[in-house]
């Protein structure tokens, strides 16, 4: 998409003020939204989000103008604003109707298996469009999640969200749900360790894929030229990859437990990133298997905290969740941004890694932050 912008005569400075609108618009609109789809119900904000992001996609592959851009980025951010915390409640709830909310980190898995599956088609075919014009793979996109607004449309609303007084639930009320469920001593520690520190590190992978991956291509004997093809193949076998490992997310659960996999998880991605800082090659294998943890990882967290909450509510206290995350994110932006300029991307993952280790080690010391 950058080379997109690029080519409507955007600059940089102008792309970075399109990702900030969207963030503030992501931290703006977490809570609103998340109330909006409790009150309304959890299909009818998928609904909303869906239609929402598919007309922001054709207006964007339509745009001539930076104003007309910025427009276009604030209504895609709530698009997925409305989707976000939705989506989860939705599940969670749906299997609570069967008595089957024990697996939704199982389900969720496979469906991030299978978006990552398709992502992986999608990422070759849209280069190959994006090379007759950059518009088309916008065209196409905005198509098929117009198709998901049809399918959305056949979902039914979960009889345990019906059986609630959603229609009684005041702003203050909902306030009072997300500041209980934010300090309840069975999430505060997880909070700090999944939602602030280890999602925002990790975060940072996925900013410095390009860049580093361009870095170690080139220094083992790759021609610049090749990079660009190369990219386009990795992203490919990094969806696969990631489908992969998160189709086992079930399996995953069953055999390591997530208790376990929280506790282990940010030390071996910590060093991990520490690592190829010194052997700068270990980056390529780590960044494959980055989204597929990554993705298992968000699953469990959406397990671990759907247990702990209720229904009512559901969607905004996960909506709120993603608003801490969203902030945790800042700090760790800029200053990576920073080093990255002054020493370079894979010093400033390092950093990154290290803070994720201390940090980690901090809160266990504190608190137990996963409990049986």
């Given at each position: 998409?950058?080379l997109?912008?690029?080519?409507?005569?955007l600059?940089?400075?102008?792309?970075?003020?399109l990702?900030?609108?969207?963030n503030?618009?992501t931290?703006?609109?977490e809570?609103?939204?998340?109330?909006?789809?409790?009150?309304?119900g959890?299909?009818?904000s998928?609904?909303?989000?869906t239609?929402?992001?598919?007309?922001?996609?054709?207006?964007?592959?339509?745009?001539e103008?930076?104003?007309a851009?910025?427009?276009?980025y604030?209504c895609?951010?709530?698009?997925y604003n409305?989707r976000?915390?939705?989506?989860?409640?939705?599940?969670?709830?749906?299997?609570?109707d069967?008595?089957?909310?024990s697996e939704?980190?199982?389900?969720?898995?496979?469906?991030?298996?299978?978006?990552l599956a398709v992502?992986?088609?999608?990422?070759?075919?849209?280069?190959?469009?994006?090379?007759?014009?950059?518009?088309?793979?916008w065209f196409?996109?905005?198509?098929?999640t117009?198709?998901g607004?049809?399918v959305?449309?056949?979902?039914g609303?979960?009889e345990?969200?019906?059986?609630?007084?959603?229609?009684?639930?005041?702003?203050?009320?909902?306030?009072?749900?997300?500041?209980?469920a934010?300090?309840?001593?069975n999430?505060?520690?997880?909070?700090l360790?999944?939602?602030?520190?280890?999602a925002?590190?990790?975060?940072?992978?996925?900013?410095?894929?390009q860049?580093?991956?361009?870095?170690v291509?080139v220094?083992?004997g790759?021609?610049e030229?090749?990079?660009?093809?190369l990219?386009?193949?990795?992203?490919?076998?990094?969806?696969?990859?990631?489908?992969v490992?998160?189709?086992y997310t079930?399996?995953?659960?069953?055999t390591i437990?997530?208790?376990?996999?929280f506790?282990?998880l940010?030390?071996?991605?910590g060093?991990?990133?520490v690592?190829?800082?010194?052997?700068?090659i270990l980056?390529?294998?780590?960044?494959?298997?980055?989204?597929?943890?990554?993705?298992v990882?968000?699953?469990?967290?959406?397990?671990?905290?759907?247990?702990?909450?209720?229904?009512?509510g559901r969607a905004?206290?996960?909506?709120s969740?993603a608003m801490?995350s969203?902030?945790?994110?800042?700090?760790?932006?800029?200053?990576?941004?920073v080093?990255?300029?002054?020493?370079?991307?894979?010093f400033?993952?390092?950093v990154?890694?290290?803070?994720?280790v201390?940090?980690?080690?901090?809160?266990?010391?504190?608190?137990?932050?996963?409990?049986e």
């Amino acid at each position: 998409m950058y080379l997109f912008f690029l080519a409507q005569g955007l600059s940089f400075t102008q792309i970075a003020i399109l990702e900030a609108l969207y963030n503030v618009t992501t931290l703006v609109g977490e809570i609103p939204t998340g109330y909006v789809g409790d009150r309304i119900g959890r299909r009818n904000s998928l609904l909303v989000g869906t239609v929402l992001i598919a007309v922001t996609l054709l207006g964007i592959g339509l745009s001539e103008s930076f104003l007309a851009l910025a427009v276009l980025y604030v209504c895609w951010s709530m698009g997925y604003n409305f989707r976000s915390g939705s989506e989860d409640a939705w599940l969670y709830d749906t299997l609570t109707d069967d008595l089957s909310e024990s697996e939704f980190a199982h389900v969720r898995g496979r469906g991030e298996s299978a978006s990552l599956a398709v992502g992986a088609v999608a990422a070759i075919t849209g280069g190959y469009l994006g090379s007759i014009d950059l518009s088309y793979p916008w065209f196409v996109a905005a198509a098929v999640t117009g198709l998901g607004a049809v399918v959305v449309l056949t979902l039914g609303e979960p009889e345990s969200y019906r059986e609630t007084d959603a229609d009684d639930l005041s702003l203050r009320r909902t306030v009072g749900i997300v500041r209980d469920a934010l300090s309840s001593r069975n999430l505060r520690s997880f909070i700090l360790y999944y939602y602030v520190l280890y999602a925002a590190v990790t975060y940072l992978v996925f900013v410095f894929v390009q860049p580093i991956f361009e870095t170690v291509v080139v220094s083992v004997g790759v021609s610049e030229s090749q990079v660009e093809s190369l990219l386009g193949w990795f992203y490919a076998g990094y969806s696969l990859v990631g489908a992969v490992i998160s189709y086992y997310t079930g399996a995953i659960k069953e055999t390591i437990g997530v208790r376990s996999w929280f506790l282990i998880l940010p030390f071996v991605v910590g060093t991990a990133l520490v690592g190829m800082y010194f052997v700068p090659i270990l980056a390529l294998p780590t960044f494959l298997v980055a989204r597929g943890l990554s993705d298992v990882t968000r699953s469990f967290a959406g397990q671990y905290v759907n247990d702990r909450i209720e229904t009512l509510g559901r969607a905004t206290v996960l909506s709120s969740m993603a608003m801490v995350s969203g902030l945790a994110v800042v700090p760790f932006q800029l200053g990576s941004g920073v080093i990255s300029d002054r020493v370079s991307p894979l010093f400033a993952l390092a950093v990154a890694g290290g803070v994720l280790v201390v940090g980690s080690g901090a809160i266990l010391v504190w608190e137990i932050p996963v409990s049986e």
